[in-house]
């Protein structure tokens, strides 16, 4: 057989890793984020002690992520009483049925569990509105009606 039709390994043929890719702009937090990201690190730094080295260089590259995510995590303070914003708990009215949902930042968002991003369309049609205002969402004028924030 021709030696231009051999494989060396298997690991020339592997897909490359990339980077966890990062959000743009800044990486605002509740701090219940914040300490949701340290939780984070400590886990993967536990993972890695004691991970065997074929799967050592995937943890690494999440700790590298999660590293990044924690020295430019920005803790927001909370928002003013009465007006929704990163940090809020925000009960609206949208088409006839009434939601919660939290406003956070972006590693802590989970739409299924009630958490929205503040970066998500939703949360920055929220964002500085107080109750009974009613805010333009998806092109319709005043789609959603704020009915409590806390």
Known sequence: MSVAFRRESDEEHL????????????????????????????????????????????????????????????????????????????????????RTVDIVGGDEADPAEGRVGFQAPLARALIGAEVGERVDFAGKDEAIEVVGVG
């Open 15 to 98: 897909e490359p890793k990339f980077e966890r890719p990062i959000a743009p702009g800044p990486n605002l937090v509740t701090p219940r984020g914040l300490t949701l990201i340290g939780a984070k690190v400590v886990e993967l730094e536990t993972l890695i002690a004691s991970a065997a080295e074929a799967d050592r260089a995937a943890l690494q590259r999440e700790l590298r992520y999660w590293h990044t995510r924690q020295t430019t995590a920005e803790v927001v303070p909370p928002p003013e009483p009465g007006t929704v914003g990163i940090g809020s708990r925000v009960t609206y009215r949208l088409n006839g049925a009434e």
